[in-house]
């Protein structure tokens, strides 16, 4: 339609930050993506893990991170999952902190707070301790919390 000789058009439609969240994939069904997509030993390691950390706690939340990175959460990040050729590389973000008595962690040692497991093809992870540094995670990450926010977890979930 013309109105005085111009074009009249329809505004473009605006996708809210809100409705653009909601169109996106969560982070559960991007890590089952990148798992899919790794159609070999990576993507098999990858399930196995995240199998692991949901065995140890069914509440973990499971975020997507740094353009890219498969994250497990409870009550603060418990690792992350990379993938590489030649590793999947599981990074623990308070892991100095944490006991090793099976020594699982391989990588990132000379660090004052990460620790790192780097899985090699052929690798296979001791799932018990694999499973305690899970827990001590856990647990490190709620003793990190402050009190007031301690109490009030602790109440919503008494009346959830």
């Not at 111009?6 to 439609?13: C, E, G, R, V, Y």
């Not at 418990?78 to 962690?105: I, M, N, R, S």
């Not at 499973?131 to 109490?151: D, Q, V």
Request: proline share 6%.
């Amino acid at each position: 339609m013309a109105i005085g000789g111009d074009l009249m058009t329809q505004p473009k439609a605006r996708t809210t930050p809100r409705a653009a969240a909601a169109s996106e994939p969560s982070a559960s069904q991007q890590i089952d993506a990148r798992i899919q997509s790794l159609d070999d030993w990576r993507g098999e390691t990858l399930a196995r893990i995240r199998s692991l950390i949901h065995q140890v706690d069914p509440a973990v939340v499971e975020t997507w991170k740094w353009r890219g990175v498969p994250v497990w959460e409870h009550d603060g990040i418990l690792c992350t999952g990379e993938t590489y050729k030649a590793a999947v590389k599981l990074t623990f973000a308070k892991g100095a902190a944490l006991p090793d008595p099976k020594g699982l962690f391989n990588a990132s040692l000379e660090g004052n707070t990460r620790r790192a497991i780097d899985l090699h093809e052929g690798e296979t992870i001791n799932a018990t301790a694999f499973k305690a540094l899970i827990r001590a995670a856990i647990a490190r990450n709620r003793a990190a919390k402050p009190p007031a926010a301690a109490a009030r977890a602790k109440a919503s979930q008494r009346s959830a």
